[in-house]
């Protein structure tokens, strides 16, 4: 059964980077038929995507947030990784990893997701 | 960029039927998702590709797709389906949500 587990700090400081990573059980990184994207929802409002990645590296961001934003695959550590800069209180929020196929499918399996405070 | 809208809040009798929509400019060209969300849980694909369900979603839970406005049909609603819906579609390989709608069951 797949499971993909959210770590990193809970607390980042305005201006910094937020970085967190989502570790893969269960299943393979590798496969070639899947994204592994993540996606954020701020306390008591809804869900937003951040961007996805391939296990190639092939990427793709949220326009909105694509300056700030990478987005990293280490296949062998089954693991992803995201990078947030220049944060503000704004980027206060539930972050989640999940998984989606190619050809525009859903997210069909998503982690608990980790709080991440921007605050001082 | 492409916009999906969403009511803010649905409200059911118990065993009756819900529906809730999400419209979006010709959504009806595109495959619309659906998730269920309860408080402090991950959100649960219960519709994909505007009409089908997962393994283990019940019978329940249908969806339509037409025009301008996507559909997400909850049939003898229970206390259990109390809970956030969402609507996504892809735009141009980016990935689309709508903004949420309280489903409460009365």
């Known amino acids: 059964q797949l499971q993909l587990q959210v770590s990193g700090p809970g607390l980042v400081k305005p201006s910094e980077t937020l970085s967190l990573t989502c570790i893969v059980s269960?299943?393979?990184?590798?496969?070639?038929?899947?994204?592994w994207g993540w996606i954020r929802q701020p306390p008591g409002k809804g869900l937003e995507w951040i961007g996805s990645?391939?296990?190639?590296?092939?990427?793709y961001y949220n326009p909105s947030l694509k300056s700030r934003v990478t987005i990293s695959v280490d296949t062998s550590k089954n693991q992803f990784s995201l990078k947030l800069s220049s944060v503000t209180a704004a980027d206060t929020a539930l972050y989640s990893c999940?998984?989606?196929?190619?050809?525009?499918?859903?997210?069909?399996?998503w982690g608990q997701g980790s709080l991440v405070t921007v605050s001082s | 960029s492409y916009e999906l809208s969403q009511p803010l809040s649905v409200s059911v009798a118990l065993g009756q039927t819900a529906r809730i929509t999400c419209g979006g400019n010709?959504?009806?060209?595109?495959?619309v998702h659906w998730y269920q969300q309860k408080p402090g849980q991950a959100p649960v694909l219960v519709i994909y590709?505007?009409?089908n369900r997962p393994s283990g979603i019940p019978e329940r839970f249908s969806g339509s797709n037409s025009g301008n406005t996507a559909t997400l049909t909850i049939s003898r609603a229970q206390a259990g389906d109390e809970a956030d819906y969402y609507c996504?579609?892809?735009?141009?390989?980016?990935?689309?949500f709508g903004g949420g709608t309280k489903l409460t069951v009365l």
């Open positions: 999940a998984r989606h196929s190619l050809g525009g499918n859903p997210f069909d399996s």
């Open positions: 269960g299943g393979s990184i590798s496969s070639s038929s899947y994204y």
């Open positions: 990645i391939y296990y190639s590296g092939s990427s």
């Open positions: 010709n959504i009806g060209s595109k495959n």
């Open positions: 590709r505007n009409r």
């Open positions: 996504q579609v892809w735009d141009s390989s980016t990935v689309v």
